[in-house]
């Protein structure tokens, strides 16, 4: 059952707008169900055209950055907090239960706030490279907190856009934009179409071709970046297995953050932030 908010007081939504939802089964919180079920979430999400952004501070981020809503899920709590969104944007706003949210979503949504977003297309990676100067390539990442994890470092340092292998996990699934504190917005992104083919577009745009590996053959990635050249491409590889043989091979130099007290690497999202900062200082 659904009634819609209309206590008339300054200030609310119009009628209609903001409405009490307590069936779980409401056809109008579909955006919303299952949202622990990864493969299903994987599939659904891009075919659809929709992400979920969670949290006050990502919906709000998502916003700013021009993603049109959905819809939004909202405990009960949360309604004053978002009062100035929901005033400003058209899309309906569903009222719930804590309790309610956990049984549409299939987790305790601590947060209270979720907000159904609609995804944009994306760009050519031609079209970032034309104006881009520090770039990151990632391979097979597929860990989807390490993706969050990279994309919150390559804003904060300054990194100009992410390219990603065909392969790569979905920087809008809800675990990614969550860890990234909506910095996934902030850093514009591509996919290669193919791989590693695709990396010849980036060397054809004038980007040398930087792979990050722990190997000993590796020269510290300080004395390679010293220099400060014009443009600069990082290849990332996936945490433990790091960039394939194919990957290697395809670049123009090999680098390597030094290490001491006999630690062999590190995260690939705590390595990428040393390496971002690196080539950007």
């Known amino acids: ?8 007081t300054a200030g609310d939504p119009p009628a209609g707008r903001l409405v009490t939802v307590d069936d779980p089964d409401d056809p109008r919180l579909s955006d919303y169900t299952g949202l622990t079920d990864v493969e299903l979430r994987r599939k659904r999400e891009p075919a659809e055209g929709l992400f979920i952004a969670e949290g006050e501070k990502v919906i709000r981020r998502a916003r700013h950055a021009g993603y049109e809503m959905r819809s939004m899920l909202l405990s009960a709590k949360w309604i004053d907090v978002m009062r100035d969104v929901i005033d400003e944007v ?9 309790e309610l949210a956990e049984r549409v979503t299939g987790y305790h949504v601590h947060r209270g706030a979720l907000a159904s977003m609609q995804r944009k297309p994306l760009p050519a990676p031609e079209e970032l490279l034309a104006t881009a100067r520090r770039i990151v390539i990632m391979e097979s990442v597929n860990d989807h907190t390490n993706i969050g ?4 470092s390559a804003a904060a340092l300054g990194m100009d ?3 990603l292998s065909p392969d790569c996990a979905d920087p809008l699934y809800r675990r990614s934009v969550k860890v990234s504190m909506g910095a996934v917005f902030a850093v514009p992104y591509a996919r290669l179409e193919s791989w590693p083919r695709g990396l010849e577009t980036v060397r054809d745009a004038g980007f040398p071709l930087l792979a990050l ?16 050249a014009e443009r600069t491409a990082l290849m ?7 960039l394939t043989t194919r990957a290697l091979r395809a670049a123009d130099e090999w680098v390597r953050i030094p290490m ?13 932030a040393v390496a971002f900062y690196a080539v950007t200082r």
């Open 149 to 152: 994890a990279i994309f919150r």
């Open 213 to 228: 590996t722990p190997d000993e053959k590796a020269v510290p990635i300080d004395t390679v970046t010293a220099g400060g």
């Open 236 to 242: 990332l590889g996936a945490e433990g297995e790091g």
């Open 260 to 272: 001491a007290h006999g630690v062999d690497s590190l995260n690939v999202g705590a390595a990428a």
């Open 1 to 8: 059952m659904a009634t819609a908010s209309s206590n008339g």
């Open 161 to 163: 856009a992410v390219l």
């Open 90 to 98: 058209p899309a309906p706003v569903y009222a719930v239960s804590p």
